[in-house]
C-alpha cells in the first residue's frame, strides 16, 4: 500500500500512469519503468511512486553541475544579462531574511554550496555551514566554511539545536522520507530559528508532474501540512519570487499549535495536468501519424519537454537534431542527437515538433524567426 509522504495517509488509485518507454528524469534520461502519480485525498499532496530504476540513477547519474565553481543554471536573462539560479536565490533570500548579528547558517543538501557562498559574500558575518548525503562535494566547501562547519553523510550532532537558519534548495521534491528529514532539520535548529526552502511548482511548470525523481509535487495546502507537523509555524509561502516555485520560510515552536491547517484538494487542477499528459502522448502520436514518409523533423527545447516527445515518436530516427536557444546546452549531445541554435535548423527539416511549457510555447515559436520565415510546420503539445 502507498502512503501519503506528507500526511501518511493511504493513497487512493493513482491519477496518471506513464508509457513504459516514456519515464523521464529531470536529467532527461529515459529509464525503466511506468511513473505513477497519485494525488492524496487528506492533504492535496501529489506524489511519484519511487521506481526501483532511481537508486542507480542516483548512484551513477544525478550529478547536476560537477564541473567546475562557476558552472551554473541560467535562472533568466535579464536586460540583456545573464542572471545564474544561485544569485536569483541568494537574491531573494536576502530580501526575505534579516541576516543581520552573524546568524549560523546551513545549507542542507548544499551540493557546491553556490547558493550560500553568494549569501557570505553580500553578509560577511553569516557564518556558513553546509551538509551533503555524498562526500563528492567536499573540495568545493573548504574554502569558506571552517572544518567543524561541514560534514558529508550525516549530520554533526554538535550542530543540534545551535543553527539560525537552516536552507534547502531543490531538495525536499526527491525524499520520500520527509517526516525523517523534516524532523532532523527543526532539531538543528535553535527555537525560533527559521527553516527556508524552495521546491518546484507543478502547477506552474507542468514538466515537474513527470518526472520520474521529482517523488514529491506540492501544493500550498501540502506544504502548511506537511510544516505544521514537523512543528513549525509562520510559514509564508511566496509563489512569484522564483518563477514555477514556491519560496517558503517558517520558523521552529517549541510547543505546536493545536490549530490544523485547513485541507483544500486542487483536484481540479491536478485532473488537468494528468489529462494534459495522457492526451500528449496520443496527440504526438497522431501528429507523427500525419507526417509524409521519409520527412525530417526537430525537436524544439531539449529539456524534458522535448525528451517527453523524443520518447514518444515511433519513428525517433526522423529526428535530425534538438533545437534550443540556451547557448549552454548548443553544440552538446542529449539521447544520442545533437543540439543546435534554432537559427542553425538544417535545411531538410519540414516539421518541428515543440517541447515548451505549453503555457508560453505558442509566444515562444512565435518570436523565432528562422522557423517563422521557413514556414515550417510546428506541432505543440497540447
Ligand atoms: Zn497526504
Not at 514537523?230 to 505546536?256: L, R, T, W, Y
Request: charged share 25%; with cysteine; glycine share 6%.
Amino acid at each position: 500500500m502507498t502512503v501519503c509522504n506528507v500526511c501518511g495517509k493511504p493513497l487512493d488509485a493513482p491519477v496518471y500512469i506513464g508509457d513504459a518507454r516514456s519515464s523521464i528524469t529531470t536529467l532527461n534520461k529515459v529509464i525503466e519503468g511506468q511513473t505513477e502519480v497519485f494525488h492524496c485525498q487528506g492533504c492535496d499532496h501529489v506524489q511519484t511512486a519511487e521506481l526501483p530504476e532511481l537508486e542507480r540513477f542516483y548512484a551513477e547519474e544525478y550529478s547536476i553541475n560537477e564541473d567546475g565553481l562557476d558552472d551554473d543554471q541560467l535562472y533568466e536573462i535579464r536586460d540583456g544579462t545573464e542572471v545564474y539560479r544561485s544569485e536569483h536565490q541568494a537574491r531573494v533570500l536576502l530580501s526575505k531574511l534579516d541576516l543581520r548579528g552573524a546568524p549560523k547558517v546551513l545549507d542542507y543538501g548544499a551540493a557546491k554550496g553556490a547558493t550560500l557562498r553568494k549569501i557570505v559574500a553580500a553578509k560577511p558575518d553569516a557564518v556558513p555551514y553546509l551538509f551533503d548525503v555524498t562526500s563528492r562535494y567536499e573540495a568545493f566547501w573548504r574554502d569558506f566554511a571552517k572544518d567543524a562547519q561541514w560534514a558529508s553523510f550525516a549530520i554533526n550532532r554538535e550542530w543540534t539545536g545551535t543553527l539560525d537558519v537552516v536552507t534547502s534548495f531543490y531538495a525536499l521534491e526527491h525524499i520520500p522520507r520527509l517526516d525523517d528529514v523534516l524532523a532532523e532539520i527543526k532539531s538543528l535548529l535553535r527555537p525560533g530559528g527559521t527553516f527556508y526552502f524552495i521546491v518546484p511548482n507543478t502547477y506552474q511548470n507542468w514538466a515537474d508532474f513527470i518526472v520520474a525523481d521529482h517523488v514529491n509535487h506540492f501544493s500550498r495546502c501540502s506544504l502548511e501540512v506537511m510544516l505544521h507537523r514537523a512543528g513549525f509555524s509562520d510559514i509564508v509561502i511566496d509563489e512569484e519570487a522564483h518563477a514555477s516555485a514556491f519560496v517558503v520560510h517558517c520558523k521552529a515552536v517549541e510547543i505546536q499549535s493545536s490549530v490544523r491547517p485547513e485541507v483544500s484538494l486542487s483536484t481540479d487542477k491536478v485532473n488537468r495536468l494528468a489529462e494534459f499528459w495522457s492526451s500528449a502522448r496520443r496527440h504526438i502520436a497522431r501528429q507523427e501519424k500525419d507526417l509524409s514518409h521519409g520527412e525530417k523533423l526537430a525537436v524544439y527545447g531539449a529539456g524534458v519537454y522535448g525528451n517527453f516527445i523524443l520518447a514518444c515518436l515511433s519513428e525517433p530516427d526522423r529526428v535530425a537534431c534538438f533545437l534550443d536557444q540556451n547557448r549552454f546546452l548548443q553544440g552538446k549531445e542529449i539521447n544520442g542527437f545533437r543540439i543546435v541554435h534554432p537559427d542553425a535548423i538544417p535545411d531538410n527539416v519540414t516539421g518541428v515538433f515543440v517541447g515548451l511549457n505549453p503555457l508560453t510555447a505558442r509566444s515562444i515559436i512565435a518570436s523565432v524567426q528562422s522557423l517563422q520565415s521557413k514556414n515550417i510546420r510546428c506541432f505543440f503539445l497540447d
